[in-house]
Every structure is written in C-alpha cells, then in structure tokens.
C-alpha cells in the first residue's frame, strides 16, 4: 500500500497561482503513475491531470489544460500540481491518487489504488 499526503491548498483570488504537492510512501517502487483528482460541493470527483512516473508523460483534463502543469521529484516520491491562472470554478478538494496498473481509464477513480485525504482550494472572483 502506498500513504499519499497532499499539501500546498489555501484561498487564492481569481488569476492567482498555487503549488500543490503529495508526498508518497511505503511500496512507492510499485507505484505506476499518479494523478490529481477534485471534487467540488455537490459534485462528483474529477479527473484533473496524471504523470507516469517512469517516462514523465502527462495528460489533462481539457478544463485544465494550459494552465496546471503536473509533475514529480522521483527522488523526493513527490508529485507536484502548479495551478496558474485560477478561476473560482477551480474551487474545489483535490485529491492525490496512485495506481500500480499500467492499462487503466485514467479518468476514472476506481482506477487508483491510493488516495490522499485531499486539500481545499478556494478560489475568489
């Protein structure tokens, strides 16, 4: 099992930029890809952006694309999430996932074998 801690969330105004960060631990050699998922109040959790870990590719949600850049320290276990140009739709809790499978449906959360316990952003207009 791999322990996932997130960190980095706060309140931003509209146009602002934050760093997110999960640190993992435990079979981390296991450890595939990981992603960042959100999920807002009343809605269900997202697919935000994934990293394979080995080669460094990444993909993202269309929402998101051109301005969150996903990415990891390999040496550190850590994945980083930077969220420049913020909108108040980005409010929301993000959540850090993990997964050991290398064929999976990257947007879905059944996917993921590990999950962080998630951070708020709360992005002001």
């Known amino acids: 099992q791999v322990q996932l801690v997130e960190s980095g969330g706060g309140l931003v105004q509209a146009g602002g930029s934050l760093r997110l960060s999960c640190a993992a631990s435990?079979?981390?050699?296991?450890?595939?890809?990981m992603g960042w998922f959100r999920q807002a109040p009343g809605k269900e959790r997202e697919f935000v952006a994934i990293?394979?870990?080995?080669?460094?590719?990444?993909y993202y949600a269309d929402s998101v694309k051109g301005r969150f850049t996903i990415s990891r320290d390999n040496a550190k276990n850590t994945v980083y999430l930077q969220m420049n140009s913020l909108k108040p739709e980005d409010t929301a809790v993000y959540y850090c996932?993990?997964?050991?499978?290398?064929?999976?449906?990257?947007?879905?959360?059944?996917?993921?074998?590990?999950w962080g316990q998630g951070t708020q952003v709360t992005v002001s207009s």
């Open positions: 996932a993990a997964t050991a499978a290398r064929n999976i449906v990257i947007f879905t959360t059944s996917s993921y074998d590990s």
């Open positions: 990293i394979k870990l080995s080669v460094g590719s990444t």
């Open positions: 435990g079979r981390t050699f296991s450890t595939y890809a």
